[in-house]
């Protein structure tokens, strides 16, 4: 199954009744991505506030929701189960890949994402729209596939055992050299984590590698992609462009949704630097 989409098949697309086009934008230094829509989003596509749907409850940030508020957001988005379902960002590849594996997790039967993103749908010269989005509601059978999220116990038991930990976060950040930007979360990583940070997954243009480019990024990571692997980053944005390279090379993989937000922030984890 493909989990990209080229620029130019969304554009060939666009009109298509049964397609839905998601901004899920979202921005590490808390810059307003609906505003950014608002100024300028691909024709049809409404926004999917990533910190909006989420737990309300968890001091963490955007994780996951429930079933039940999932299809309740996603379906006041205008958005069906069935539908055929194209996310994209305003950085290239960065928080959409979040939103997609969000969407499959939950039951949507047919979601990609956008290769480039906006950047790169801009730059070919395809046309963009102002102004909020105003869908009418669907209906979007939320059920969560519990298997694809890894949890802290999910964590401790994978590195008790020596499975894969795979980070997502630069490598200042993973070795320890360079401050978290969350208060209170310390620096370093998971004894015995792997280091990937996910631009080697990308291309110049924001597009993601292909084939034996996308499998070598793994490769000098020194990932086994044919053994099982947790990903992880910051709090669980970019994991998921590890999530989706693995995808696009046929491997299923979970994802740790509390992330080092959570791992980082305990006093009862172990850490390691350098």
């Known amino acids: 199954m493909r989990f990209l989409i080229s620029t130019d098949e969304l554009a060939a697309d666009l009109g298509d009744p049964g397609l839905r086009i998601v901004d899920a934008s979202w921005h590490l230094d808390g810059r307003d991505a609906r505003a950014d829509f608002e100024q300028a989003h691909i024709p049809g596509a409404v926004f999917f506030d990533l910190d909006a749907v ?3 409850d968890s001091a963490l940030p ?3 929701p429930t079933a039940l508020q999932f299809g309740a957001a996603v ?4 958005i069906g189960t069935d539908d055929r379902i194209v996310v994209y960002d305003t950085a290239g590849l960065f928080s959409a890949a979040r939103v997609w594996w969000m969407m499959r997790i939950m039951g949507a039967r047919d ?3 956008l290769d480039g993103g ?3 749908w801009r730059a070919q010269g395809y046309a963009v729209q102002a102004g909020p989005a ?5 209906h979007f059978d939320a059920r969560l596939a519990t298997t694809a999220v890894a949890t802290l116990d999910d964590v ?4 008790d055992q020596g499975l894969q930990i795979v980070d997502a976060r630069g490598a200042a950040r993973f070795q320890g050299q360079a401050a978290e930007p969350r208060p209170g979360v310390r620096s370093g990583h998971m004894p015995g984590a792997l280091n990937l940070p996910f631009g080697q997954l990308l291309n110049a243009d924001g597009t993601m590698k292909r084939g034996s480019a996308l499998s070598q990024a793994f490769v000098e990571a020194g990932v086994d992609v044919e053994r099982p692997v947790i990903t992880t980053c910051g709090s669980g944005v970019t994991a998921a462009i590890l999530t989706l390279g693995l995808a696009e090379l046929g491997h299923a993989s979970r994802l740790y949704d509390g992330s080092w937000s959570e791992w980082g922030g305990r006093a009862d984890t172990p850490v390691q630097t350098g």
């Open 54 to 56: 989420s737990d309300g």
């Open 62 to 64: 955007h994780m996951m």
């Open 75 to 78: 379906g006041g988005l205008g």
């Open 111 to 113: 979601v990609r994402v």
């Open 118 to 120: 906006l950047p790169l």
């Open 134 to 138: 105003a869908p009418g509601p669907a």
């Open 156 to 159: 401790r038991d994978a590195l």
